[in-house]
């Protein structure tokens, strides 16, 4: 282990220990899942889990009801839902997009992709898709089912949001939170993270909130002065994440679990 990494995890721990009244509270509101990749809400409160290693989705309703949405999807990752509550999944090993509608009906929308992790709907009602092999972010309109490539030459990309401005941050699993400006200017904003995992979200004009895989956290990172904040900590395994009712949801592969994020009073 070098002395940068070394560093970061003595600040992680520093952090933790000293910083942890302003921290947020977490609390496990799901559990028993093969490895939750990517969450999402739909418009009447049901969230749906990607059951990576399961091969399905999985459905809970506000009352807590469960059960398998859709099944037999190579490795599921990204998962997005858009204002009509047709679902989006990326599979991972099947190199496809899949949407899936209010009934459970799967078809493959777009294929040849190159093991497709996270992905986010755009302003404009693209599907952009963090293709993590080949170091690209392709947008596919979901209209005409073309592709165009938005970003390259990136390290293991695995998530992806676009900023109201539009310009997009990508998470790369190799330690990089990039953004990407609408020129294609980059700009490197990940110097705290140790792993950025799939999960990241859009909260503000200048505000993404992503996750730190390898720490087991969710940082929240302002991409105008690059200043990390740590939001939550010893979420080990921490891959997914969504935001629902101003609340952020973790999905943690150690324990199979979906987590909750309560706020704790300053």
């Not at 009244?21 to 490895?35: H, R, W």
């Not at 093991?115 to 009602?125: D, F, R, V």
Request: net charge neutral.
């Amino acid at each position: 282990m070098n002395k940068l990494n070394i560093l970061k995890k003595l600040a992680i721990l520093f952090f933790i220990i000293y910083g942890a009244e302003t921290m947020a509270k977490t609390s496990i509101v799901a559990s028993n899942f093969s490895a939750p990749t990517g969450i999402a809400f739909n418009q009447t409160g049901d969230m749906f889990v990607t059951n990576w290693s399961g091969q399905s989705i999985i459905k809970i309703s506000p009352n807590g009801q469960r059960e398998t949405f859709y099944s037999n999807i190579a490795s599921p990752a990204g998962i997005v839902i858009d204002q009509d509550n047709n679902l989006y999944v990326a599979s991972y090993s099947g190199n496809y997009i899949l949407r899936i509608n209010e009934k459970g009906e799967g078809t493959i929308i777009s294929d040849n992709f190159h093991t497709p992790t996270g992905i986010a709907l755009s302003k404009s009602g693209d599907l952009l898709i963090s293709n993590r092999s080949s170091g690209e972010i392709v947008s596919l309109n979901l209209k005409t089912g073309s592709k165009k490539i938005m970003a390259n030459r990136l390290t293991t990309p695995v998530g992806v949001t676009e900023l109201p401005n539009g310009d997009l941050v990508v998470s790369q699993y190799s330690g990089r939170l990039t953004l990407i400006k609408t020129n294609g200017l980059q700009t490197e904003l990940g110097t705290d993270f140790i792993r950025p995992g799939v999960g990241i979200i859009t909260a503000s004009n200048d505000t993404v909130v992503v996750i730190d895989n390898g720490a087991g956290a969710v940082r929240s990172v302002n991409v105008q002065t690059g200043k990390s904040e740590l939001l939550a900590a010893e979420l080990h395994g921490a891959v997914a994440l969504a935001f629902y009712k101003n609340n952020y949801y973790v999905g943690t592969w150690n324990n199979g679990s979906i987590h909750i994020l309560n706020k704790t009073e300053q």
